[in-house]
């Protein structure tokens, strides 16, 4: 597994090493041993899935609150989607600044996301399905949203009028939401 480092701190490309043959291909999707080698000390205890009918539907901003944010190794199993992750710890050299990376079925790249962060991401084709770990559970009272467009954070989406469920398109503004994390090294890596 290749570990690329993006423009974001503690944020990390993942790639896989795929090895084709006859039949098709295998890889390994995920190894912890090559996490704790490469310094990446995670515990996942959650594994998600979300299937997105239509090219151009926008899951996001997203976060979990306090003691149940979640750090995320997302990928794109079928089709392609612009992943987008948004620094939100306060103190952190990359505050405030987001990064976004195809993740699609051919380039097989997988996003790590620790604690602290927003996530979402657009559908770039019809028929998406969408997996990831999480290493902290789903909290129904922690779970947050930020709207995909706001204006302080400024994500270049790529797109003007997405696809979104009634919670994001009822999101609160980044300035109206009660997000509230810091830079510490023990939030993100334990
Ligand atoms: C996220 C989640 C949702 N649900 C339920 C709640 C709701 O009824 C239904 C759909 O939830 P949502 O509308 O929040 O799904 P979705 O908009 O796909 O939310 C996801 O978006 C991406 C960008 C992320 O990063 C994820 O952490 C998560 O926030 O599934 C769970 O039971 N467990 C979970 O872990």
């Known amino acids: 597994m290749k570990i690329i480092e993006t423009e974001l701190k503690d944020v990390y490309i993942l790639e ?3 090895f084709g043959d006859n039949r ?34 926008l899951r996001g901003l997203h976060f979990q609150k306090g003691e149940h944010a979640q750090a995320k190794i997302v990928r794109c199993n079928k089709g392609a989607v612009m992943d987008v992750a948004v620094d939100m710890r ?4 990359t505050y405030k600044k987001w990064v976004k990376v195809e993740l699609s079925e051919e380039n097989k790249r997988q ?24 290493d902290n559970f789903y909290n129904k009272e922690s779970d947050r949203n930020i709207a995909w467009n706001d204006e302080e954070i400024g ?5 003007d009028n997405p696809i979104l469920s009634e919670k ?21 890596k334990r």
């Open 16 to 18: 896989p090493q795929v």
């Open 24 to 57: 098709g291909w295998f890889m390994e999707s995920y190894n912890q041993n090559a996490m704790e080698e490469a310094g990446l000390h995670y515990e996942f205890v959650q594994d998600n899935q979300s299937y997105s009918t239509q090219k151009g539907t």
């Open 90 to 93: 306060e103190g952190s050299p």
């Open 111 to 134: 996003l790590l996301i620790p604690r602290g962060f927003l996530h979402g991401f657009v559908t770039l084709t019809d028929e998406v399905e969408f997996l990831y770990k999480a």
């Open 155 to 159: 994500v270049d989406w790529g797109i």
């Open 168 to 188: 994001d398109k009822n999101a609160p503004k980044l300035s109206e939401s009660d997000i509230d994390f810091k830079y510490n090294v023990i939030d993100y």
